[in-house]
Structure formats: structure tokens, C-alpha cells
């Protein structure tokens, strides 16, 4: 099974199918753009599945699908359909924009998918249109519903906190937890890439969270992931505060990424990968490419070094990684 030198069970894979996304985000996309990768770089989803396939026979049994956005790739039921037939698999998730969810949350519902997790910034219009340099908003609200009437569910809303932007809309969001049942989780914003947006940062999830439980006592509540749970004691949903660099969980880290070009990466912040993609062209076994995931999860760095701000080595961007 795959484990790490120190002891670390790696049981969640990220895959990202996409570099492409409908959104750009002024946080994640840099304002000059970031290349496309070309259309033949891209693992298909039969490479895809291969891997997944040898990844879950060691023990991944947690799948997220990221991107990019992935709803804007093709046929994205059809990989879902394919992920949820093997045997290993015990929990499969999705992260969009939600932009196309409308179009979207009936067929995921139907190929199998449970749930979604929805990355969505903040709840007025033109402070969405400014961030993501989009007009989309309603869209991710009619997203939202059908996503509901589907029958997706938790419906896990993620919110990076973003210091000036989005710090005056806690309480709105926290607040939505009552009427919804949602899981709204606040992320600490992250450095990212050589050309790292100086102009944001991150506002304290520390702060955050008391600033919430003043206006209205929250209770923890446990959950078994990295983001640490609460909830109001009348409402439907819960809230949660990923921090990844002020309470940072690399030590419980269970996760490894293959990106939309086919490169494994054992650490969202480590530029050490693995050539997945090269491996199964050159008609690599399944034997090899096992071998391979296993040196890339015997290599993952014990952690981040954030703290030290030591940002030059991570070249890639979120939306090249998968976020
Ligand atoms: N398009 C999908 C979406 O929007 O959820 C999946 C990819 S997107 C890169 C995944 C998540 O990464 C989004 O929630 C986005 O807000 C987050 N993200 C991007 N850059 C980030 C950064 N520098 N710090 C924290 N989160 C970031």
C-alpha cells in the first residue's frame, strides 16, 4: 500500500483533468495569462483511468476531480461513471465553479457522483464579476439549485479568504449555513508561482472565526478532513477554516496530485514530479507505473516550508497543478 517514509498513509488523489478554465480568476490566473498546455499533452481519460485503476489497487480510495475547471471538459459523466466502477473506490468528488452546474448536476447525480464542492468568493455580483473577470454569478446561483434538486449532497461551498476583498462578507456567509445546507469553508489564500500576486493576502481564519462565534456561540463538530468544522445550533449547514500555512496539516497529509499533463506530484507546493504521462506512452506495465507512484509518495516532503516564505520553487500555477 502506498506510504510515505514518514508513516503517512496516501489514500486521496487529486486528478486534474483540465488546465483550461472559464474563469480568471485575479488570484489564481496571472494578469499576463498562463500558456495553454496543447490539446495532446493532456492525459485522455483512458490514461487517465489506467492510472487510476493501479493508484486504487495500492490504496487510494478517495478521488477528487479538479482542474482547470473540469466541467468544461468533455464527456466529464463518462469519467465519472468509469472512476466510480472500480473496485477500490470509496469516495469520489468533484470542485467547480459551478458555472455549468446547471447544465451538469443531473447527469453527475446520475453517473453516481454524490457530491460537490463549489468554489464561489463572494455573494454580491459585482464583486464576483471583479474577481473572476467573469459576468457569472447567477449562473453559479442557478448551478447551486440544480445541484441541490439533484440531490448533491454535502454541497461543500469553498471561500478563499481574501484580505480587503472578501473579509466584510463572513457573517453573510457563515449566515447562509442556516437557510442552506451547506458546508461553507473559508481557505487561506496561498502563494503560488514564480509570479505570486503580491497584491492579495490572505485575512486571519483565526480572526474569522471569532469575529463569527461573537456574533452567535458555534460548536465544533468533527469531521475527517483538513478543514476544522463548526456549526450555529440552529443551522442546517456547518462552517469550516482550512489554514494550510497558519495551522498547517502537512504531518496528516494524505493527498498526492496528477496533473491534467500527466505529472504526479507528491506536494502541492513541492515542483518534484513524476512523468506519468512519458511512462504510459512508452508502453510503461502496469508493473512501472505502480513503481512510479510508489518513488513519487516515498519522496513527499515531510512538509511545506510556506512559513519561510521560501516561494521561488513553485513554477506551477494552480490552474497547471489542480487545485
Ligand atoms: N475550477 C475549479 C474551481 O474553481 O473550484 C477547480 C480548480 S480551482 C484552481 C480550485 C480551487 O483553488 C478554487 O477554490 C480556487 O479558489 C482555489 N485557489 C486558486 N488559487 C488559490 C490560492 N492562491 N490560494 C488558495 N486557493 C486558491
Redesign the pocket.
Known amino acids: 500500500m502506498l506510504t510515505d517514509n514518514l508513516n503517512r498513509k496516501i489514500d486521496y488523489l487529486r486528478i486534474?483533468v483540465t488546465d483550461r478554465?472559464n474563469?480568471r480568476?485575479r488570484?489564481?490566473v496571472p494578469s499576463a495569462g498562463i500558456a495553454k498546455l496543447p490539446p495532446q499533452e493532456i492525459l485522455s481519460y483512458e490514461e487517465i483511468l489506467k492510472i487510476a485503476r493501479i493508484a486504487t489497487a495500492k490504496g487510494i480510495s478517495k478521488i477528487r476531480i479538479?482542474?482547470?475547471?473540469?466541467l468544461i471538459r468533455r464527456d466529464l459523466v463518462f469519467l465519472i461513471k468509469e472512476l466510480l466502477r472500480l473496485p477500490g473506490i470509496g469516495d469520489l468528488g468533484l470542485?467547480?465553479?459551478?458555472v455549468l452546474l446547471k447544465e451538469f448536476a443531473l447527469s453527475l447525480a446520475r453517473a453516481g457522483l454524490r457530491r460537490v464542492?463549489?468554489?464561489l468568493?463572494s455573494l454580491l455580483p459585482d464583486r464576483y464579476r471583479w474577481i473572476t473577470k467573469r459576468d457569472y454569478y447567477s449562473r453559479v446561483q442557478e448551478g447551486l439549485i440544480e445541484a441541490e434538486r439533484a440531490g448533491l449532497s454535502p454541497i461543500k461551498l469553498?471561500v478563499?479568504a481574501l484580505q480587503g476583498f472578501n473579509d466584510d462578507e463572513l457573517l453573510k456567509f457563515a449566515l447562509l449555513t442556516k437557510t442552506k445546507g451547506y458546508q461553507v469553508r473559508f481557505?487561506?489564500?496561498?502563494?503560488?508561482g514564480d509570479g505570486y500576486?503580491p497584491q492579495?493576502s490572505?485575512f486571519s481564519l483565526a480572526e474569522a472565526f471569532s469575529t463569527i462565534n461573537r456574533y452567535q456561540k458555534l460548536y465544533p463538530v468533527q469531521g475527517d478532513g483538513v478543514a476544522e468544522l463548526y456549526r450555529f445550533p440552529d443551522a442546517r449547514g456547518e462552517l469550516g477554516f482550512i489554514s494550510p500555512i497558519s495551522r498547517c496539516f502537512c504531518p496528516s497529509c494524505r493527498r498526492i496530485r496528477l496533473t491534467a499533463d500527466g505529472k504526479l506530484r507528491n506536494c502541492l507546493f513541492s515542483d518534484e514530479e513524476i512523468d506519468l504521462k512519458c511512462a504510459l506512452r512508452e508502453g510503461g506495465s502496469d508493473a512501472e507505473i505502480e513503481q512510479l507512484l510508489f518513488k513519487s509518495v516515498r519522496k513527499k516532503p515531510p512538509g511545506h516550508m510556506l512559513q519561510d516564505r521560501s516561494i521561488s520553487n513553485y513554477h506551477r500555477?494552480?490552474?497547471l497543478?489542480?487545485?
Open positions: 486534474s478554465c474563469l480568476c488570484y489564481c479538479t482542474g482547470g475547471e473540469p470542485t467547480t465553479n459551478g464542492n463549489v468554489s468568493d469553498n478563499v481557505i487561506e489564500y496561498m502563494p503560488f500576486e492579495f490572505s500555477r494552480m490552474p497543478i489542480g487545485g
